[in-house]
Nanobody, 115 residues
Framework: QVQLVESGGGLVQPGGSLRLSCAVS????????MGWYRQAPGKQRELVAG???????NYADSVKGRFTISGDKANNTLYLQMNSLKPEDTAVYYC?????????WGQGTQVTVSA
């Protein structure tokens, strides 16, 4: 089993920044894919940014140039640095890890961008 715990969400004004963290524990394998997803009220969950164990990174077009995904392998932690936040970034943000054909999700952290 793998456990994911997100943190770092909160309320921020438009133009502000937040950094989300996802702590990974349990049966961790060295080959994996991880990502940050978000789900706004009434909308489907969508991929925000992804990173693989070989270092491949991808972003949703809506966050390119504003968000940065990174990983700390030594501490088994995934990050999402979010800058220039917009009201449309408001959502619950989830961390996901895929390894050996299985998906694991965190419980989510709320990000609200509002004046």
């Amino acid at each position: 089993q793998v456990q994911l715990v997100e943190s770092g969400g909160g309320l921020v004004q438009p133009g502000g920044s937040l950094r989300l963290s996802c702590a990974v524990s349990g049966s961790i394998f060295s080959i994996y894919a991880m990502g940050w997803y978000r789900q706004a009220p009434g909308k489907q969950r969508e991929l925000v940014a992804g990173i693989t164990s070989d270092g491949t990174i991808n972003y949703a077009d809506s966050v390119k140039g504003r968000f940065t995904i990174s990983g700390d392998k030594a501490n088994n932690t995934l990050y999402l640095q979010m800058n220039s936040l917009k009201p449309e970034d408001t959502a619950v943000y989830y961390c996901k890890r895929r390894q050996i054909g299985r998906n694991y999700w965190g419980q989510g952290t709320q990000v609200t961008v509002s004046a």
